[in-house]
Each structure stands twice: as structure tokens, then as C-alpha cells.
């Protein structure tokens, strides 16, 4: 989708209900401006009102619903954009009562996702994302089907047209589908031929640091860019540990309040490296007002992965835009103090970021030995897959092989080789 030559000039509406503050929904409004715009949209008013429930028919109620009217009227607005999940019904219902498109946050979100998408995986991903979206609101007024045409979602066809789109979608969703489970495969087939590496994944907010933070790691030429969703491929790269064990870091999408699920659900295997590491690594954006929302948002999407209780590493980022007498900084020093304090972009703490990664490795693998016969020397190059060698030596009845790898591999080693594991007393006698 391109943007039209014309910028869309969009509305936002928040509501004000029982479960939010006033100032959380400045917030979500400001953080739904900037998507918005990264949408390639003007945004021309904000409006928002307070409500302790949405209208089940309008979301907002029917006097706000006039109120807008005359506002879009008069401002020429083309796009209106709500912070909060619409039902298909609303979204039909208000665009015909303003004759204009109607978006939700997770609709911007894929919008933006559909612009951003470079590598086949992501692209196949986000338009299955879209149209799994898409296709209980296909109404007159918008569609994402005729891309020919710019616009964030465009003017739809009519009502007989209508059938035949849903048709199309469902096969496209289903070829699309299956395009993914071969992606998926693949990836699993390129994994699989991959050295049995530590593997640490950084996860965090959007606009977090992640890419700076992996580019501070690795030395990898990674895009960073301060904007909402940078990343939406996974990267992985080698690095070392302080102690010289190679281990690999991958960086990958960021994560949002509202991710349309069904856009969570089309980049699991995006999100792989991150559900099958060894040991996350949380990046927060420490200098957002917001950061602690951002940090509960990401709780809660490692949540619906099911990986919130994968070990953690805890990194405030960005302590450079602080003070360092900061009473922020202090709090969380005394709640989290296993966390690292660090600065991507000015290398601040970085070292001590990469002896708290090797710690918590540690503390998720395990230190086997082997005893090697002459005759089964070939046993060695897998063992060095595996993991990290700390000792080889040459005893009278075969090679002395020491080594640290992760919990899971050391399990899988010593059921596989049981009749060369050393015992462990000897080890230190
Ligand atoms: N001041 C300061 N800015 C930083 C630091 N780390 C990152 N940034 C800036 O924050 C912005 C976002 O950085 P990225 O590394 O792209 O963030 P990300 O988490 O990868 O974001 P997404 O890929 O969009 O999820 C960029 O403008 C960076 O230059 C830091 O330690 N200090
Ligand atoms: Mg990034």
C-alpha cells in the first residue's frame, strides 16, 4: 500500500471510561498520534469523551456522533481513528453516519505493519494479519482489497461485489496460511542445522532500544530509527560472552499496547527466536514517561507466548536522557536490583550488561564431562556444537572432554553418550 499523493486527514477519539485515568488516555491518544502519522496520516483534531461504558451500536454516544459530524465537515477530515478495539458493527454504523473511514488502533497498527513488511515471511504474515482482520468488516466504505488504489484503506466496492470479496479473501487467507506453515518449516529446518548456541532474545516496548542495544552487543548493522515498529524481521547474530563462550542474540519486533491479536498470532514464527531462547532480555525505554505501562504491555504479550516465566534479564535503557541523582532511577534500583542499568547509545554499562547475561546463562546450563574412547574421536565434533569446551586432555583410556551447555542439551548429551559421562565427583579431584 502506498500513501496517496494526498495525506489522509484524520480524527482521533479516545473514551474516557471507567478503567483508564485521564492521563493514561493522554497518553494512548499521543502514542495513537504518532502511529497514526507513521501511517503517513495528518492528524487535524483529538477528541474524546467520557463514558463509563462504549454505546454497543457507536462506541461513543449519539450526541458525540453529531458533534463529529459537523467537526469532519468542517475540517474536511478523511479518516477518523479510534484508541480502542471497534466492533465490526461500530465501524459500519459510524461510517455511515460520517460517510468516512473508520479505523481502530490494531487497524493502524496493520496498516503500518502492511507498509513496513520487506522479507516474504513478514509480508505473507502481515496480509494474513489483515485480511483474518479485515474480513468481518468488509464494508461500502473501505477495503484493503484494491491496493491499486492509495489511501489507508480505500473506497470498497458495492454491495455484490462484496460476496465475491469475501470469497477471495477466505482463499487468499487460506493460500497465504499455507504459505507460512512452509516459511515456518523452513525456519525450524535452518535452526535445527545451526550450532547449539546460548540464546538470548531482546524483547521490550517499540522504540525501546532493541536494535541499538543489538547493534552495542554485536557489532551487526541493524536498522535503528526512532519511530514505532523499525524492526519487524528477526535478526540473529553471534556475540561473546565475557567468559568467551560464543552465544547468539536475536532482535526482533517490537511489542505494543492493543497488538492486534491477530497479528500476534501471524508472527509466531517471527517471534520464534524469542519463544525458543535461553534467556530474555527485557529492554525498557527508561526515559518514557510511560515506562512502566510499556513494561506491563510486554509482560502481558510474553503472556499470550507463553514465555513470561522464561528467565529475564531486566535492562533500563536510555539512562543518558537522565540525570544520574534521578528519583526514578533510584526507585527502580531498589525494586529491581538485578536489573542492568545501561545506555545503547553511548555504550554506558554494556560490560556489566554482558557479565549479567553470562551469570544468568550459567544459572541455565550445566557443566558435563565425557570420556571419549580412541575409537570414537567422531563424537567430538558434536560435542563442540553443543556447547562451550572448557578442557580437553588425553587420559590412557580416551579423551578427557569438558564442557558447559545449556540445561536441555546436557540432558539430551547425557542420555545419548551415558556410557562416556565421567562422574561428576571426579571431576575436581
Ligand atoms: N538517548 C538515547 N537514545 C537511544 C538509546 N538507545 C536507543 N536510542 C534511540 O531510540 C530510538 C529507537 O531505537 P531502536 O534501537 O530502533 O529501538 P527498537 O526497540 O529496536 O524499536 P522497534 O524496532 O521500533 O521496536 C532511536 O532513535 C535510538 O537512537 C540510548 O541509550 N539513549
Ligand atoms: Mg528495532
Redesign the pocket.
Known sequence: MKHPSVPERALLVGLLHQHTTREELEDHLQELETLVRSAGAEVLAISWQQRPTPDVATFIGRGKVEELRALIEQKGITLVVFDEGLTPAQVRNLERAWNVKVLDRAGIILHIFAERARTQEAKVQVELAQLQYMLPRLSRLWTHLSKQVGGIGTRGPGETQLETDRRLIRRRIQHLQRKLEEIVAQRAQRRRRREELPRFA?V????????????ALTAAS???????????DTTVRRFRLPGGQPALLS??????RKLPPQLIASFHSTLAEAIEADVLVH?V?V?HPSFRQHMQVVTETLRTLNIATKPTVLVF?????LPADSPVLRELRSEYPEAVF?????G?NIRKLLATLQRVYEGQSEELAFVLPYTELRLLRHLRTSGQILQQEALPDGLLVRLRCPLAIGQRLRGQYASYVYPAGMLNA
Not at 222 to 232: G, K, M, N, Q, S
Not at 251 to 256: A, I, S
Not at 317 to 321: A, E, G, H, L, T
Open positions: 531482546l521490550g516496548y517499540t522504540n525501546a532500544g532493541k536494535s541499538t542495544l543489538m547493534r541493524v536498522l535503528v530509527e526512532d519511530r514505532l515498529f523499525a524492526t519487524l532482535d526482533t519486533v517490537g511489542f505494543l529492554v525505554d526515559s535503557n536510555k539512562i543518558d536522557r545501561i545506555s545503547a547509545e553511548r554506558i
